[in-house]
């Protein structure tokens, strides 16, 4: 499912008066993951919900292919993007398969809903949580309920994934099942953006990164141009170190610490 490009144009958001983003513009494009990285505060999770159509810019809009997502009603925006946010909570004891069948709705009364058994099933299967299928939600570890939510996100079939640190829950072996099933989901054609801490797994699986500080874009680009020490320490406030891992090539990227005394 190739879906389309995301751009946002000279986008500005304030809350409570105070300026969030500034002057963004960027684009998402079909077949790549672009990666949100900075600092906490600094307008990555505000400019995912404006990309979402959550969110309505102050000024400036978002595209998405030739339409204004500000202005598509939502019932059919969310059959064009799924959004995973950081909150998982879900107060009502729904089993996990009833959560996953949430990301079904907006497809309630048209032709794809015949597949939806089907299509349940297969996200579960995809996020390994098909033996929690009958589990209550909330009995759920965080890094279980994090699994739901994407696959939820999955089940809602759209060409558009956008996710809010869809890892920072997890261990390590699912955090990298879970970014290897968002590659995939970018190599079928899909437009994926998303929020993430783990610089080095940044580095690994985006296409391209944009570089976020006080609500504004430092940079963006592929990951050789951006993932510097010299962008990173700037973005972070703090040096950071950029190194070639000796067997595979892939950054390691971590923060500058003292010597040991």
Not at 68 to 74: F, G, N, R, S, T
Not at 124 to 141: M, T, V
Not at 237 to 257: A, K, S
Request: glycine share 8%; net charge negative.
């Amino acid at each position: 499912m190739t879906g389309p490009s995301l751009v946002a144009d000279d986008v500005r958001v304030a809350l409570g008066g105070r300026p969030v983003l500034h002057g963004v513009s960027l684009t998402a494009r079909p077949g790549e993951i672009l990666a949100l990285v900075g600092r906490n505060g600094c307008g990555k999770s505000t400019l995912l919900s404006v990309l979402a159509g959550i969110r309505r810019p102050d000024s400036g809009s978002v595209r998405m292919g030739d339409r204004i997502v500000a202005d598509v009603p939502p019932r059919e925006l969310a059959r064009h993007r799924a959004l995973v946010t950081q909150s998982n909570r879900v107060d009502t004891p729904f089993t996990v398969r009833e959560v996953v069948e949430l990301g079904r709705y907006p497809w309630l009364r048209e032709p794809e809903a015949a597949g939806s058994p089907r299509i349940i099933d297969e996200a579960l299967r995809a996020c390994e949580i098909d033996d929690l299928a009958d589990r209550p939600f909330p009995q759920l570890s965080g890094g279980q309920q994090a699994r739901v939510s994407l696959a939820r996100a999955l089940a809602q079939s759209t060409p558009i994934l956008l996710l809010d640190e869809p890892t920072a829950a997890l261990d390590i072996g699912h955090t990298e099942q879970v970014l290897t099933l968002l590659t995939d989901r970018a190599k079928a054609g899909a437009t994926v953006v998303l929020v993430v801490h783990d610089l080095s797994s940044a580095a690994a699986y985006a296409d391209r990164v944009a570089l976020m500080k006080d609500g504004g874009l430092l940079a963006v680009g592929p990951v050789a141009e951006t993932m510097t020490a010299e962008l990173l320490g700037r973005t972070y406030d703090h040096p950071v170190r950029v190194t070639d891992h000796p067997d595979t090539g892939e950054l390691i990227i971590t923060p500058e610490r003292p010597a040991a005394r």
